[in-house]
C-alpha cells in the first residue's frame, strides 16, 4: 500500500503535503522518506529550480497574512501575534515531545535493570535479556526519530513566522507615510528581513527547551533522588550554576547583538551609497576614501562579533567541562560520605545526568540566547510597523463607462505638514487625454501623487470612479533582472498584447540589437547597462502592460530624441494610440503634443 501512495503522488502536492494527507503515509514523514526523491534527484543531477515543488499551502505568504487579523493602521505587536495566530499551532510539538521525554527518561532505568541482570541480581528470567537490549535500542531510535520531529516542526513554524513578518514589512512599506519614509533606510529595510525576521525562526526550533527542560529536570531529580539520595543536590547544584551564569551569558550576548544590528545597518548603508555613486567616486579618484569608510564600519562591526564569538567560545568549553565538574561533585560526595558505589548506581545516575546536560548547559541556554536576540528584533521589527501608514481619503466608487472618472472640489493636498497644492477643482472624463503642463516645482508630479493617493487630502473632495492606476513615473526604475521580468513585474505572459506594448515603446530595434538575448537579457541594479531613454521606455512599456482604467504618464518621453518620442506619443498615448480608449493624465513639457489632448 505505501508503494502505492508513493506511485500516486501528484506534482501538484509538495512531499510534506503529500505524506500528511493520509494517516499510512505517516511513516514517510517519521522516516523523512517524502525527501528521497529530489534527493535521489540531486544526487544523479543538479537540481534546477522546476525541480522544486510547490510550497505547502499554510507556508505561503498569501495565506500567512490571512491568518492574522489585525488592523492595517495599528500594528498589535510582534508577540501578540506570536500568541495569537501561532502559539497554538507550536503546542502541538506536544505530541512529539511527550514520547520523546518519555523515552529519554526510560533508557536510564532500563540500563539499570539490564546492569542488574548482567550481574546475575535480578530475578528477571532468561530471555529478558533479550527483551532489555530491545527496549535500549527502540528508546534510542524513538529519541532520534522525535527529536528531529521536534526541530523540524519548531523551525517550520518559526519558518512561517519569519515569511509573515516578511510580507508585513513589505506590505506596510507599500502603504507608509512618504514623510514617515524618509526616517528609515533602504538598509535599515534590508536589515529587518534578512536577519531580524530570521530570528524567530531560530527561536522557533529551540524554544521548547525553554519550558520542557526544566520540567524534565525536575523529573530526573526525583529519580536520581530514589537512587543515590543526597549527593544527587552536589550534581544539580552544578547544573544549577550554569542557570545564571547563562543568564549573565545571555544578557551579553543581547547587548552585543544590540550593538553589532547598529554597526551592521551602519555599514550596509555605507556600500549602498558607494555602490549607488561609484561613478562619481571614480571620476573624482575617491576610492581610497571610500575603501577607508567602509574599512571603519567593518571594524566597528567584526569589534564587536569578535567580543561575541570569544564569550560564545567561553561558553561552550564551560558546557563541555559540566558533566565531569558533575560527576566529580556527585560520587566525590558518595565517597567522603563513605557510602558504597554501586555499579548500577553509577550508571544510571551518568546516564540521567548525562540526558540532562545538554538540555540544561546548551539547549535551554541557548534557547534564552535566541529569545533575548528574537526580543531585540521584535523592538525593532514594532518601531517599524508602528510608523504612521497613510490614510488614503480618497472616494472611490464604480460607475459604468463613459461617466466621469476623477472629480476634484476643492481638494488640497500635503506632504504631511507642508501644503503643497491648494483648492484643485476640476472633472476628468473617462476616456479622455489631459495634458499638464507647468513650470518646474509647479506641482506636475505632486498632482498624480495625489490621484495615486500618495498624499494626504487636507481638504475638500476627491472622487475616483476608476478600479485600477498604471504609473509611469517620471525617474525610470529598473530592477535587477532581465527586461522581461521587468516589463510584466509579476504578470502573466500574455503574448499578443506583450509585442503590442513592446512596439508601441519603440522597444522592438533595442531588443534586435541585443541579439540572441533579446527581452531576457539580464539588465544590472538600477539599468546600468542601459541608456537613460530605453529606461524610459522599459518604464513606460511596464506601464501599458498593465490592463488599467487609469494612466499617470509623468514626462515618459523627456528622455528620448524627438523622432522617437513623436512615435511613442502616437503609438502609446495620444488619440489614436494602443491607449486610445483608456484615461490618461499625460504630464509634458514639449507643448506641441498638447494639441491632440482633449
Excluded at 544590472?524 to 488599467?548: E, H, W
Amino acid at each position: 500500500m505505501f508503494i502505492t501512495h508513493i506511485l500516486g503522488k501528484t506534482r501538484k502536492q509538495s512531499g510534506l503535503e503529500w505524506a500528511y494527507s493520509s494517516w499510512t503515509r505517516w511513516i514517510s514523514v517519521v522516516l523523512w522518506w517524502w525527501v528521497k526523491p529530489i534527493l535521489s534527484l540531486g544526487y544523479r543531477r543538479t537540481i534546477v529550480d522546476k525541480d522544486l515543488e510547490d510550497i505547502p499551502v499554510n507556508d505561503k505568504c498569501s495565506v500567512l497574512l490571512d491568518k492574522v487579523n489585525c488592523d492595517s493602521t495599528k500594528w498589535p505587536g510582534t508577540w501578540n501575534v506570536i500568541r495569537q495566530a501561532f502559539l497554538k499551532e507550536y503546542l502541538l510539538i506536544i505530541v512529539f515531545i511527550v514520547p520523546y521525554t518519555a523515552a529519554r527518561i526510560a533508557q536510564p532505568l532500563i540500563i539499570r535493570e539490564t546492569v542488574l541482570y548482567i550481574g546475575g541480581q535480578s530475578t528477571l528470567p532468561t530471555y529478558a535479556g533479550y527483551l532489555l537490549a530491545i527496549a535500549i535500542s527502540i528508546c534510542s531510535m524513538l529519541q532520534v526519530i522525535l527529536m528531529h520531529q521536534i526541530f523540524f516542526h519548531g523551525r517550520r513554524i518559526g519558518m512561517r513566522f519569519r515569511n509573515y513578518l516578511s510580507c508585513i514589512i513589505y506590505k506596510h512599506l507599500l502603504t507608509i507615510n512618504t514623510a514617515s519614509l524618509h526616517n528609515i533606510t533602504a538598509a535599515q529595510t534590508i536589515n529587518l528581513i534578512a536577519n531580524d525576521a530570521s530570528k524567530f525562526e531560530e527561536l522557533g526550533m529551540y524554544f521548547y527547551y525553554f519550558w520542557a527542560t526544566p520540567a524534565e529536570a525536575l523529573v530526573m531529580f526525583g529519580l536520581i533522588w530514589r537512587i543515590i539520595g543526597l549527593p544527587t543536590l552536589f550534581g544539580y547544584a552544578i547544573l544549577l550554576l550554569y542557570v545564571p551564569m547563562q543568564l549573565i551569558f545571555s544578557k551579553l550576548f543581547g547587548q552585543y547583538r544590540a550593538a553589532t544590528m547598529k554597526y551592521t545597518d551602519n555599514r550596509i548603508q555605507t556600500v549602498h551609497e558607494i555602490v549607488n555613486g561609484c561613478q562619481i567616486i571614480k571620476m573624482y579618484n575617491w576610492e581610497k576614501a571610500m575603501e577607508r569608510r567602509v574599512r571603519e564600519a567593518r571594524h566597528c562591526e567584526f569589534s564587536n562579533i569578535f567580543k561575541s564569538s570569544c564569550l560564545r567560545a567561553l561558553n561552550i568549553g564551560l558546557n563541555f567541562a559540566s558533566l565531569p565538574l558533575i560527576s566529580l561533585a556527585t560520587f566525590g560526595s558518595i565517597w567522603l560520605m563513605n557510602e558504597p558505589l554501586k555499579s548500577e548506581d553509577i550508571f544510571t545516575a551518568m546516564s540521567f545526568f548525562a540526558l540532562i546536560r545538554m538540555p540544561i548547559t546548551a539547549y535551554f541556554p541557548y534557547a534564552i540566547e535566541k529569545l533575548s536576540e528574537a526580543r531585540i528584533s521584535a523592538k525593532r521589527v514594532d518601531q517599524f510597523l508602528q510608523l504612521e501608514p497613510l490614510v488614503d481619503k480618497r472616494n472611490k466608487e464604480q460607475k459604468e463607462m463613459g461617466d466621469d472618472a476623477i472629480i476634484m472640489k476643492n481638494a488640497s493636498f500635503s506632504w504631511k505638514d507642508s501644503s503643497c497644492l491648494s483648492d484643485l477643482n476640476g472633472t476628468i472624463q473617462v476616456g479622455t487625454l489631459v495634458g499638464i503642463k507647468g513650470a518646474t516645482g509647479a506641482g506636475k508630479s505632486s498632482l498624480l501623487a495625489a490621484i495615486l493617493g500618495e498624499m494626504n487630502l487636507s481638504n475638500g473632495k476627491l472622487r475616483q470612479y476608476v478600479n485600477s492606476i498604471s504609473y509611469a513615473p517620471q525617474s525610470a526604475w529598473i530592477f535587477a533582472d532581465t527586461i522581461r521580468a521587468n516589463i510584466l513585474l509579476g504578470k502573466p505572459m500574455n503574448v499578443e498584447r506583450y509585442k503590442n506594448v513592446i512596439k508601441a515603446s519603440c522597444l522592438d530595434i533595442d531588443l534586435r540589437n541585443f541579439g540572441e538575448a533579446g527581452d531576457l537579457m539580464m539588465v544590472g541594479d538600477k539599468g546600468v547597462n542601459l541608456s537613460g531613454g530605453q529606461k524610459a521606455r522599459i518604464s513606460l512599456a511596464r506601464a501599458l502592460y498593465t490592463d488599467a482604467d487609469l494612466y499617470l504618464l509623468d514626462d515618459p518621453i523627456a528622455a528620448v530624441d524627438p523622432k522617437v518620442a513623436k512615435k511613442i506619443f502616437d503609438e502609446c498615448i495620444g488619440p489614436r494610440s494602443l491607449l486610445r480608449e483608456k484615461t490618461r493624465i499625460f504630464v509634458t513639457h514639449q507643448t506641441h503634443f498638447l494639441i491632440e489632448a482633449d
